[in-house]
C-alpha cells in the first residue's frame, strides 16, 4: 500500500502546503521551502511500506528540506535515510559536512539530526528510511559513516540496490518476497555503514554476518552477465569456491538453480511486459544470461507449465477487448 502526493490534480494555491503536509508524513518534520513559491510549483511524493523499512520518493521544482535543531530534538524514533538522487544535484549540509550529489550517487542523511538538503530546477532523488535500532550499530559510528560512505567497497552495490528499490518500488512492495527484501535491505545498508566506518571490530562483524545477502545482491545486479559463475561469485567476495557452497548449504540454498530461477523470473517479467511485445523469445533469454534458447525453453516450461511463447500469447490474449 502507498502512499501518492500528486500536484498535478491541485489547484495551484494549494501546492505548497499540500507538500508541505505530504512531507511531514512521509519523511522527518522539516520547513519546506520552494525555490519559487509563486511559480509552478509541482511535486509527486510516493512514501512505500517494505517491511519495517519504507520507500520514499520525490520528484518535484526547486524544493529545499531545512530541518533546525528544535525540530530534531521533538523526535524520538532516530532514522536515517540512503537517497540515490535520480534527477539534479542534491545538496547537503548536515553535522559540519557539506556534499553535493549529482545524479546516480548515493547520499546517506540522518533522519534524527538537523540538515539543511535541497535541490535547484526540476529535481528527483528515490530513498530507503529506516530506524536506526535495526542497524545493530552505535549512533556515533554511523553518523560518522554517512559522511564516509564512498569510501565502502560496498558504495556502488548499495547504490544499485537502493536505485532499484526506488524504480521498481511498486513490483517489488507487492511480491510476496518483500519481507525478505526488507531484511537484505537492512542487512546491506549495515553493512555499508560498519564498512564506512572505517573500525575493524563493527565491520568484521556487519561483514561477516551479511555476507550471504551480499552475495545475492550481488548476483541480483549480475543475472543478465551470462559468465556469472559461482568461481566468479566467490571471487568477487574474496572466499573459496567451497565457502561460497558451504555458506549457501548452510542456508538452504542450491546456488545454480537460485540464479537460474531468478533469471527465469526476469524474463518473465518482460515476456508479460507490452513494452517488450516487440522483442523476440530469443532476445529475451539472451539479455536475461541464457545462451541456448532450446535449453531457455524447456527450463521456462517446467517452472511455469508453459513455454515462453505460450505465455505471450496468453497474455496478449488477456489484453485484447472484450477477453
Given at each position: 500500500?502507498?502512499f501518492?502526493?500528486?500536484?498535478a490534480?491541485?489547484?495551484?494555491?494549494?501546492?505548497?502546503?499540500?507538500?508541505?503536509?505530504?512531507?511531514?508524513?512521509?519523511?522527518?518534520?522539516?520547513?519546506?521551502?520552494?525555490?519559487n513559491?509563486?511559480?509552478?510549483?509541482?511535486?509527486?511524493?510516493?512514501?512505500?511500506?517494505?517491511?519495517?523499512?519504507?520507500?520514499?520518493?520525490?520528484?518535484?521544482?526547486?524544493?529545499?528540506?531545512?530541518?533546525?535543531?528544535?525540530?530534531?530534538?521533538?523526535?524520538?524514533?532516530p532514522?536515517?535515510?540512503?537517497?540515490?538522487?535520480?534527477?539534479?544535484?542534491?545538496?547537503?549540509?548536515?553535522?559540519?559536512?557539506?556534499?553535493?550529489?549529482?545524479?546516480?550517487?548515493?547520499?546517506?542523511?540522518?533522519l534524527?539530526?538537523?540538515?539543511?538538503?535541497?535541490?535547484?530546477?526540476?529535481?528527483?532523488?528515490?530513498?530507503?528510511?529506516?530506524?536506526?535500532?535495526?542497524?545493530d550499530?552505535?549512533?556515533?559510528?554511523?553518523?560518522?559513516?554517512?559522511?564516509?560512505?564512498?569510501a565502502?567497497?560496498?558504495?556502488?552495490?548499495?547504490?544499485?540496490?537502493?536505485?532499484?528499490?526506488?524504480?521498481?518500488?511498486?513490483?517489488?512492495?507487492?511480491?510476496?518476497?518483500?519481507?525478505?527484501?526488507?531484511?537484505?535491505?537492512?542487512?546491506?545498508?549495515?553493512?555499508?555503514?560498519?564498512?564506512?566506518?572505517?573500525?575493524?571490530?563493527?565491520?568484521?562483524?556487519?561483514?561477516?554476518?551479511?555476507?550471504?545477502?551480499?552475495?545475492?545482491?550481488?548476483?541480483?545486479?549480475?543475472?543478465?552477465?551470462?559468465?556469472?559463475?559461482?568461481?566468479?561469485?566467490?571471487?568477487?567476495?574474496?572466499?573459496?569456491?567451497?565457502?561460497?557452497y558451504?555458506?549457501?548449504?548452510?542456508?538452504?540454498?542450491?546456488?545454480?538453480?537460485?540464479?537460474?530461477?531468478?533469471?527465469?523470473?526476469?524474463?518473465?517479467?518482460?515476456?508479460?511486459?507490452?513494452?517488450?511485445?516487440?522483442?523476440?523469445?530469443?532476445?529475451?533469454?539472451?539479455?536475461?544470461?541464457?545462451?541456448?534458447?532450446?535449453?531457455?525453453?524447456?527450463?521456462?516450461k517446467?517452472r511455469?507449465?508453459?513455454t515462453?511463447?505460450?505465455?505471450?500469447?496468453?497474455?496478449?490474449?488477456?489484453?485484447?477487448?472484450?477477453?
Amino acid at each position: 500500500m502507498a502512499f501518492v502526493l500528486d500536484t498535478a490534480a491541485l489547484p495551484a494555491p494549494e501546492r505548497v502546503e499540500a507538500v508541505h503536509t505530504a512531507m511531514m508524513f512521509a519523511s522527518a518534520p522539516c520547513h519546506v521551502i520552494h525555490e519559487n513559491p509563486a511559480g509552478p510549483v509541482h511535486a509527486r511524493m510516493e512514501v512505500w511500506d517494505l517491511g519495517d523499512t519504507n520507500i520514499f520518493t520525490c520528484r518535484s521544482s526547486g524544493l529545499r528540506l531545512l530541518r533546525t535543531a528544535k525540530l530534531a530534538r521533538q523526535d524520538a524514533m532516530p532514522v536515517i535515510s540512503l537517497a540515490v538522487q535520480r534527477e539534479g544535484h542534491g545538496r547537503l549540509d548536515q553535522h559540519g559536512h557539506q556534499r553535493v550529489t549529482p545524479p546516480g550517487e548515493l547520499l546517506g542523511v540522518d533522519l534524527s539530526g538537523a540538515y539543511d538538503y535541497s535541490w535547484s530546477g526540476d529535481g528527483a532523488a528515490g530513498c530507503v528510511q529506516i530506524p536506526l535500532d535495526q542497524l545493530d550499530l552505535p549512533l556515533d559510528a554511523i553518523r560518522a559513516a554517512l559522511g564516509n560512505l564512498r569510501a565502502s567497497p560496498l558504495y556502488r552495490l548499495v547504490s544499485a540496490h537502493v536505485a532499484t528499490l526506488s524504480r521498481d518500488r511498486a513490483r517489488i512492495t507487492a511480491d510476496p518476497a518483500a519481507p525478505a527484501v526488507a531484511a537484505a535491505t537492512v542487512d546491506l545498508v549495515r553493512a555499508l555503514l560498519a564498512s564506512a566506518t572505517r573500525s575493524e571490530r563493527h565491520t568484521r562483524r556487519a561483514l561477516a554476518e551479511t555476507l550471504l545477502t551480499r552475495i545475492r545482491a550481488h548476483v541480483r545486479q549480475h543475472l543478465t552477465d551470462p559468465g556469472l559463475t559461482p568461481a566468479r561469485i566467490a571471487a568477487a567476495h574474496n572466499i573459496s569456491l567451497r565457502q561460497l557452497y558451504k555458506l549457501c548449504a548452510a542456508a538452504g540454498l542450491s546456488l545454480e538453480q537460485w540464479i537460474i530461477n531468478e533469471r527465469l523470473r526476469g524474463a518473465r517479467h518482460d515476456l508479460l511486459h507490452p513494452g517488450h511485445q516487440h522483442r523476440p523469445v530469443t532476445a529475451i533469454a539472451h539479455s536475461w544470461g541464457f545462451r541456448d534458447v532450446t535449453h531457455f525453453t524447456r527450463r521456462f516450461k517446467a517452472r511455469y507449465g508453459l513455454t515462453p511463447t505460450q505465455l505471450r500469447r496468453a497474455s496478449a490474449d488477456a489484453r485484447r477487448p472484450g477477453a
